[in-house]
């Protein structure tokens, strides 16, 4: 039993080594933490329910080199947000801009939640105009 949990937590912590970017950390510990919270921001096209810094698909790992790159060439993080955009649209982001196009996306919550209550007052109006007994039921008439 006990090699059965070893190999098992030995699955689990390979999986997990796989995600790691393997990519020199920036000397500099506030470049690093924009870096890290660059690739937060943008979408794996290929995994697409993934950030490009949880993914470890081979697209990904292009996005994280190519994020590296431009910030050290001194890009700023709109810059590098706009390459991406250009580059493969606004899905890229995880957080897409309110546009025409995606006021849709943006609304759809609400929109949800208006029509499931105006459905669920309907319901509960039609509800209570109903008779508290059944006159069919010959039971509960009589007492």
């Known amino acids: 039993m006990k090699a059965l949990f070893a190999i ?5 912590w390979a999986q997990l080594a796989l995600a790691i970017d393997t990519a020199p950390a920036f000397a ?3 470049q690093q933490a924009r870096y890290e919270r660059v690739i937060r921001e943008l979408r794996c096209l290929q995994c697409r329910s993934e950030t490009i810094a949880d993914s470890n698909a081979t ?12 910030m050290a060439a001194g890009k700023s993080d709109q810059e590098i947000f706009q390459h991406m ?7 890229v982001l995880y957080k897409p801009p309110v546009t025409p196009r995606t006021w849709l996306l943006w609304g759809a919550p609400i929109l949800l939640l208006v029509g499931g209550g105006a459905i669920a007052a309907f319901v509960i109006a039609r509800k209570s105009h109903l008779p508290d007994t059944d006159p069919a039921d ?4 009589a007492s």
């Open 138 to 141: 010959p039971g509960l008439g």
């Open 28 to 30: 500099d510990p506030a």
């Open 85 to 91: 955009v250009d580059r493969y649209g606004d899905y």
């Open 8 to 12: 098992f937590a030995a699955v689990l």
């Open 59 to 70: 697209l990904a790992a292009d996005l994280r080199r190519q994020t590296r790159e431009m």
